[in-house]
């Protein structure tokens, strides 16, 4: 979603307030009453804009169409802009707009294939907790930039707790994650320690989110 930097219409609005009927009740009624000082006024018209900025954000919330094309989307990345159009009940021209805006805003980040690791010989999938010996932001980013050299490591977490990050490891057996071990994570001088997860059966994998 797009953001605002809302205020630097405020003085436009207040130049414009009395011709737009809600808020010129608002404050004509406070200034016959009498009751409120001048400043409290200005906070309830400050109130008034950020509602009224409130609304126009709203206007670019996905709809019900918007969210019918992600959740396809996500089951089935490779549909034809026909075949996309058809299962949301609109024209394909519609779809294929919205579809590009999607992308454009960001709410689709990239389209790819999930690959079958077993058949690819890399079958055995390991959480690796790490801790660092001390943090920092000069050894955090050179942490992570090392991380994203290491191909074996699939997925990095940042997380609280007694750890520092969740590594998700894929290997093709027990030797080569210990080699991961000892001649990759090992030669970060920064690492504390770390601790393995071994998972035995994959229970549930889904990639998508709940919409």
Excluded at 170 to 186: H, I
Aim: with cysteine.
């Amino acid at each position: 979603m797009q953001r605002y930097d809302v205020w630097k219409y405020y003085p436009n609005f207040l130049r414009n307030s009395e011709n737009i009927p809600k808020f010129a009740a608002k404050k004509e009624n406070l200034s016959d009453s009498g009751s409120l000082s001048a400043s409290k006024q200005n906070n309830i018209l400050k109130f008034n804009f950020q509602y009224l900025i409130f609304n126009i954000k709203m206007a670019e919330l996905l709809d019900e169409t918007d969210l019918q094309i992600l959740k396809t989307l996500q089951k089935n990345a490779k549909l034809t802009t026909k075949e996309l159009a058809d299962a949301v009940h609109l024209t394909p021209t519609p779809v294929f707009e919205r579809q590009k805006r999607l992308e454009k805003k960001g709410y689709i980040k990239k389209y790819v294939a999930i690959l079958d690791p077993e058949k690819l010989d890399q079958g055995l999938l390991v959480f690796c907790k790490v801790k660092l010996k001390q943090i920092n932001h000069e050894i955090a980013d050179a942490f992570v930039r090392r991380i994203h050299r290491i191909p074996e490591v699939t997925e990095c977490y940042n997380t609280s707790g007694a750890y520092d990050y969740l590594l998700k490891v894929r290997a093709r057996d027990m030797k080569q994650y210990q080699e991961f071990v000892l001649n990759k994570l090992g030669e970060i001088e920064s690492l504390a320690s770390i601790e393995s997860t071994f998972v035995m059966s994959e229970v549930k994998q889904n990639y998508g989110i709940n919409i």
